[in-house]
């Protein structure tokens, strides 16, 4: 049996140090490469900030197994045992150009079931955090359940270019939904906006092409709460793929399924 309270105090631990390492970064001149596109960033910062939690993870838990976005952890293609959700930097656009508004984001999950969430706003030093089964912190308040909201009166995070015309999604199911809305909000981190559903602050969260690193704290702090994580067309994510996200209060997560994106369907 894993007592998941012990790790989530070495975790916070390990979280506090590379906020203070990324912190200092950023008074040297970052190293930036591109991945799969111009807009697709990593920086140095990223790749040792990975390796940093694979080493201490490595050396304290040698048979938990990794993922994360880097690439330096480990090849999954199962959920079996113990698996860390690593992203290193959530936001690398932000941390760019904007030297805020970026987060680390660790999820743990056993056999499948996420038990720990973190999302650290390393600049604001504000942590949200959930052990499952014992609640969801932000710093160390506990944060209240989520409660319903209506469609009028609902602010939706999302990237304003799934309104535009694009492969994933036809702009229509969004555009409605815009319209209906009491307003939207784009804030270039997907945990962060998940750490803001968790909070209250946003009402729902929508992204057309996540990672399992971008959600799985994200998943596991919002579904303490009472909200709900999945994918757009409201089948269950999964660790072990990339997937469309729709985060959102309870009740609203239903009422926008069933009245705006009843035929969406996903695409790979
Ligand atoms: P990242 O910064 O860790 O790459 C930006 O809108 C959000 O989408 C961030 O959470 C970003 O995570 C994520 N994202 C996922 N895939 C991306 C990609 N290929 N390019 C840029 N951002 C991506
Ligand atoms: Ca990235
Ligand atoms: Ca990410
Ligand atoms: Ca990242």
């Given at each position: ?42 920086t ?45 930097i959530?936001g690398t656009?932000n941390f760019v150009?904007?030297h805020?508004?970026f ?166």
């Amino acid at each position: 049996m894993i007592d998941w309270l012990i790790l989530d105090r070495e975790i916070k631990i390990w979280i506090q140090e590379a906020g203070e390492r990324i912190r200092h970064s950023l008074q040297n001149k970052l190293q930036i490469s591109t991945k799969s596109n111009p807009n697709d960033l990593v920086t140095n910062v990223d790749k040792d900030t990975e390796q940093f939690f694979i080493e201490k993870i490595r050396s304290t838990y040698p048979g938990h197994r990794i993922l994360g976005e880097e690439g330096g952890g480990d090849e999954i293609t199962d959920v079996r045992g113990v698996i860390w959700v690593i992203d290193p930097i959530d936001g690398t656009m932000n941390f760019v150009h904007m030297h805020r508004n970026f987060t680390i984001s660790i999820g743990v999950f056993g056999d499948g079931v996420g038990q720990l969430g973190y999302i650290y706003d390393v600049i604001h030093d504000e942590l949200y955090s959930a052990v499952k089964g014992k609640g969801a912190l932000f710093n160390d308040q506990p944060i209240p359940r989520l409660e319903e909201v209506s469609i009028e009166k609902a602010i939706v995070g999302m990237n304003p270019i799934w309104l535009t015309n694009n492969r994933r999604i036809d702009p229509e199911y969004l555009r409605r939904l815009v319209k209906d809305i009491r307003g939207t909000r784009s804030f270039g981190s997907a945990a962060l906006e998940m750490g803001y559903v968790a909070c209250g602050w946003l009402d729902a969260y929508i992204a057309m092409h996540l990672s399992p690193w971008d959600f799985a704290a994200g998943w596991v702090i919002v579904e303490e709460l009472g909200g709900k994580a999945t994918k757009l067309n409201g089948e269950p994510l999964s660790l072990l793929e990339k997937s469309s996200l729709f985060v959102a209060k309870p009740g609203l997560h239903q009422v926008i399924l069933d009245n705006y994106l009843q035929n969406y369907v996903e695409k790979n």
